[in-house]
C-alpha cells in the first residue's frame, strides 16, 4: 500500500479532472429555471471512464437530470459500497463571468463547484481509476454514483436508493479531512398559514387581517427559534435549525387581506420528528388565534427530510480510521452537521452510510473553492478505506 510520501494520485491530475467539470453548466434547474442539469457532466464521465474495466450507467430520471453510475465489479464474496457525490451545482448569480472558468491560486482552485460538489466526483473517479488499474483487486463491488439534484430535493439519490442495493456507502461533500461525519439534522420546509377575512378597508369591523396576525405569529416564533437556539439536544449538530424563508399575502391596498404565508426551514436532531416541530408551531398559531378574533391556521409541510445517524458502519469506519492513520498520521474526528445531505437517505435506505470530504469554502457563494492538497489527500483516503473493506 502506498505511504503518506507517495500520493496515488498527482495534484495536477486532480486539478485538471475538477477543472475540467467545473466548466461544464449544471446547476440544477430546481433552483435556477433553465437550469443545464447534469447530462453534460454525465456524459463527459462516461467518456473518462471509457478506458477502465467498469459498467457504467447513465440514468435519466427527468429530461436533463442524469445519474452517473460506474461500477468496478468484484471477484465476490464481499460487500458493496457506493462512493455518493453530485453532479449538479446552485446558480452562479453574483459571479457569471467567472464562475465556469477554473482558476487556481496558491493550493486553491476556485470554480463553481468546485469543493459543491464536483471536487468530491474527482475525487471519487481518481479512487476508482486508481483501484480498477492499479489494485489491489476488490471481493466486493465499487459503484461511484454522480448524482443528480442533491442541490434541489435529492431525485438522484432517492433514485439510487430506489433502484440499487449496497452494503456500504460513503457520501462525499466538501468538509475538512480531519473529520468524519456520522450524524447531522434533518429538515422540514413547512408553510404557516393565516386566514383572516377580507374587507373593504374602510370597515374595519367586517375584516380580519391576516397579515396583522403572521406578524404576531412571527413575532412568537422569533421567540420560540431563540429559546430552541439555545438549547442542542445533541452537540455534534449544533443549534436546531429555524428560520424565516418567505412571506406572501395580500391583494391589493384597499383590501383587509384574507390569508398570509409564512415560508419557514426547520431542523429536526436525529431521534426527533418533524411532526413535533409542527406540533409546537401550531400552538403558536392556537396562542394568536385566541387573541386575535376571527383568525385561523394551519401548518402545511413541503418537505420532510429525516435526519442522518449512522448505523452498522463500524467496519467501515473502522477501515476509514486506521487508512486515516496511515495516510494522514491522525485519526478523524467523528462530528455532525447543522445541515443535511443525501447521506440521510442512503442511511435510510439501510445502507450503511459515512460523510466526508476534502476542505473547501464559498460554498453557494461567488469564488467557490476546493483545497487541492485536501483533495488528493482525499483520493488516498479513499483508495486505502475500500482496499481495507472490499480487499
Known amino acids: 500500500m502506498s505511504t503518506p510520501s507517495s500520493p496515488v494520485v498527482t495534484e495536477a491530475e486532480v486539478e485538471a479532472l475538477i477543472a475540467d467539470l467545473v466548466r461544464l453548466d449544471s446547476v440544477t434547474p430546481w433552483l435556477v429555471e433553465g437550469g443545464a442539469g447534469e447530462a453534460a457532466v454525465a456524459a463527459f464521465l462516461a467518456r473518462w471512464v471509457a478506458d477502465l474495466p467498469v459498467e457504467v450507467e447513465l440514468d435519466e430520471i427527468e429530461p436533463g437530470r442524469v445519474n452517473f453510475l460506474a ?42 463547484g468546485a469543493s459543491d460538489d464536483k471536487g468530491c466526483c474527482a475525487v471519487a473517479l481518481l479512487a476508482l481509476r486508481h483501484l480498477a488499474t492499479r489494485g489491489p483487486r476488490l471481493s466486493g463491488d465499487l459503484t461511484v454514483a454522480c448524482v443528480a439534484d442533491e442541490e434541489g430535493v435529492s431525485l438522484g439519490t432517492e433514485r439510487l436508493v ?4 449496497f452494503d456500504l456507502a460513503i457520501v462525499l461533500e466538501a468538509d475538512a479531512l480531519d473529520r468524519v461525519v456520522v450524524e447531522h439534522q434533518g429538515f422540514g ?42 438549547v442542542s439536544p445533541t452537540p455534534r449538530n449544533g ?77 467501515l469506519l473502522s477501515s476509514l480510521q486506521a487508512a486515516a492513520r496511515r495516510r494522514l498520521g491522525v485519526e478523524l474526528r467523528e462530528v455532525g452537521l447543522n445541515a443535511w445531505t443525501d447521506a440521510a437517505l442512503m442511511q435510510s435506505a439501510g445502507v450503511a452510510t459515512l460523510l466526508l470530504g476534502p476542505l473547501g469554502g464559498n460554498f453557494h457563494s461567488p469564488d467557490e473553492w476546493v483545497s487541492l492538497p485536501e483533495a488528493v489527500a482525499a483520493v488516498d483516503l479513499l483508495v486505502e478505506t475500500i482496499a481495507g473493506v472490499l480487499g
Do not use: M
Open 71 to 112: 461500477t468496478l465489479k468484484g471477484t465476490g464474496g464481499g460487500p458493496s459500497l457506493c462512493l455518493n457525490a453530485h453532479a449538479d451545482t446552485v446558480g452562479y448569480a453574483g459571479w457569471p463571468e467567472r464562475a465556469l472558468v477554473p482558476r487556481r491560486d496558491g493550493d486553491r482552485l476556485y470554480g463553481l
Open 189 to 230: 420546509w413547512i408553510d404557516v398559514v393565516v386566514n383572516g377575512r377580507a374587507a373593504h378597508g374602510s370597515a374595519p369591523e367586517a375584516g380580519v387581517d391576516a397579515i396583522v396576525g403572521l406578524a404576531e405569529v412571527v413575532t412568537r416564533l422569533g421567540a420560540w427559534g431563540r429559546a430552541q437556539r439555545a
Open 162 to 165: 430506489a433502484t440499487r442495493r
Open 239 to 315: 443549534a436546531t435549525v429555524f428560520h424565516t424563508g418567505t412571506v406572501r399575502g395580500g391583494t391589493d391596498y384597499a383590501t383587509y387581506p384574507s390569508q398570509a404565508v409564512l415560508g419557514i426551514e426547520i431542523g429536526t436532531q436525529p431521534g426527533e420528528r418533524l411532526a413535533d416541530r409542527v406540533a409546537e408551531i401550531e400552538a403558536v398559531i392556537d396562542e394568536v388565534a385566541r387573541v386575535v378574533p376571527g383568525l385561523t391556521g394551519e401548518v402545511r409541510v413541503r418537505l420532510e427530510r429525516e435526519p442522518f445517524r449512522a448505523a452498522g458502519h463500524e467496519a
